[in-house]
């Protein structure tokens, strides 16, 4: 009977099996007409055992042959028959095994050379025909479960992983926009400075004035290159509800008092001054904050948040710890936010470490070594 490949040891089982049952029916038979094998009895059980193993065969080529052996022959050849009926009844072709019982059962009736299905038993070959088709139901059920089951299971796989891109996209964006904006605004700088010292040109030298103006163009233009470039991302990013304005290298300050207007309870500790560390750095920290205060708003609620901010050098490092307390059930985590920050800290050659710290708390630190030649930020924003 035709039917999918499956693991190894399913189809060299099911090839032992099918042996095992066309060798007894062989027997069998032989046995009936007193031990001759040259028969065409047992030519016709070779046939239907045969026929249960060729899968290029038509579906119905195993069925229909082992009906008509066991009509005509009875019980020997009973085994062949309760096997193709049980793959029937996998395939969800009953009516087709039951037509075949029928069938079977009829023409054993009337057949003069048949050794009948209904000795010894009273009931016959009848229950064990009814336990291959309830076998072969079960086993077709239970592979289809699996089967759906699997394929759920690759649909979530596939889901998360990109799901878990998304949210990498989505950080990338976000620190491309945040660049765009700190960039802006100091090229916004040395093109106003150059163009009043441009008003001054007569008072300065000729080589002076004329550095002055190519310095004042090329900041221009790399100024409305840079917005050309990134300010699309801006309107490109995804949408969030509960987002807070993109920062400008603000101060987490002002994020611990917005969460404890909210409500919540941080307790925030700095070591070091902002201008130590580069502006990628204290855009990240802006980050990681906002994430640790949101998780910490949904997963233990009322619960203190203590803050260790380390603007370095030679890295800095900052670590959001609270306590267990109890989860908001008015929120639903997304589970991704943490992706993109490992995505942000990575990208400036940093660590991200997140996960159950002590006796029940929930840590989450990062540290950002500080390049080489440390950013000098010696103007305020």
């Known amino acids: 009977m035709s039917g999918k490949e499956g693991p190894w040891w399913a189809v060299y089982g099911r090839y032992a099996l099918v042996l095992l049952l066309t060798a007894a029916a062989v027997q069998n038979s032989a046995a009936t007409i007193g031990g001759q094998y040259l028969s065409v009895r047992t030519a016709a059980a070779l046939l239907c055992g045969a ?31 309760l096997l193709a009926l049980f793959d029937l009844a996998a395939h969800r072709r009953t009516a087709v095994a039951v037509g075949c019982c029928g069938i079977a059962l009829a023409a054993n009736t009337v057949a003069p050379t048949a050794v009948s299905l209904w000795r010894p038993q009273q009931y016959g070959a009848s229950l064990f025909l009814l336990l291959a088709l309830v076998g072969g139901l079960w086993m077709g059920n239970r592979r289809r479960l699996v089967k759906v089951l699997n394929n759920q299971v690759e649909h979530l796989r596939i889901e998360r992983e990109l799901r878990e891109q998304t949210a990498r996209a989505a950080e990338r964006s976000r620190i491309a926009a945040e660049m765009h904006d700190v960039l802006a605004h100091r090229l916004s700088l040395i093109a106003l400075h150059t163009g009043v010292l441009a008003t001054r040109a007569g008072t300065l030298p000729e080589p002076v004035a004329e550095r002055l103006t190519l310095l004042r163009t090329a900041s221009t233009e790399a100024l ?15 949408a969030t509800g509960d987002a807070a304005p993109a920062p400008i290298l603000r101060d987490v300050r002002e994020l611990i008092e917005q969460a404890c207007e909210a409500g919540q309870q941080v307790d925030l500790h700095i070591d070091g001054r902002p201008e130590q560390a580069p502006a990628a750095h204290r855009l990240a920290l802006y980050r990681l904050i906002q994430e640790g205060l949101t998780n910490a708003r949904k997963h233990a609620a009322q619960a203190p948040v203590r803050i260790r901010l380390d603007y370095g050098p030679p890295a800095t490092v900052v670590e959001i710890l609270n306590t267990p307390g109890t989860p908001a059930t008015h929120t639903a985590p997304s589970g991704f936010g943490l992706v993109g920050l490992t995505e ?17 708390c929930w840590r989450l630190s990062a540290r950002i070594p500080h390049p080489a030649h440390p950013e000098q930020n010696g103007s305020r924003t």
Do not use: Q
Not at 55 to 68: C, I
Not at 224 to 238: E, F, N, Q, T
């Open 51 to 81: 026929a249960l193993v060729v899968r290029r065969l038509p579906w119905f080529v195993a069925p229909v042959a082992a009906t008509a052996a066991t009509g005509l022959w009875g019980w020997p050849v009973l085994p062949l028959l």
């Open 224 to 238: 409305s290159d840079l917005r050309d470039v990134l300010g699309a991302l801006h309107d490109a990013g995804p």
């Open 344 to 360: 942000r800290v990575h990208a400036l050659g940093g660590h991200l470490s997140a996960g159950p710290h002590g006796a029940g």
